[in-house]
């Protein structure tokens, strides 16, 4: 998993560029998950577009002090504090924009 301290040095950090990290979020051998790879990418494209339209986007706080739903089953943040400075607001026709 993400959080194993044998593997990563501060497995409790949110590290998004970490590497090497073959957890089993989407499931292995043969319970492997057919729409992880659409799942990634979705996500992939969220968050690319996220910091394309706001580019100041940042953590409000500090990373230590996030904090984390337990189990299982389910992993996540409780919250995700963020802050920005709004910019120009966008004209109707860049609603919709390819990445």
């Known amino acids: 998993a993400d959080r194993d301290p044998d593997r990563f040095a501060d497995p409790d950090a949110l590290d998004l560029s970490r590497s090497d990290n073959q957890h089993l979020g989407y499931g292995h ?16 494209a969220a968050v690319a577009t996220l910091l394309r339209r706001l580019p100041g986007l940042r953590l409000a706080g500090e990373s230590a002090d996030l ?8 992993r996540g943040l409780r919250t995700l504090p963020v802050e920005f400075e709004p910019g120009s607001r966008l004209e109707e026709s860049d609603t919709l924009s390819p990445l």
């Open 29 to 44: 051998g043969i319970h492997y998950c057919l729409g992880a790879p659409l799942a990634r990418l979705e996500g992939q």
């Open 67 to 74: 904090r984390w739903r337990g189990g299982l089953i389910m």
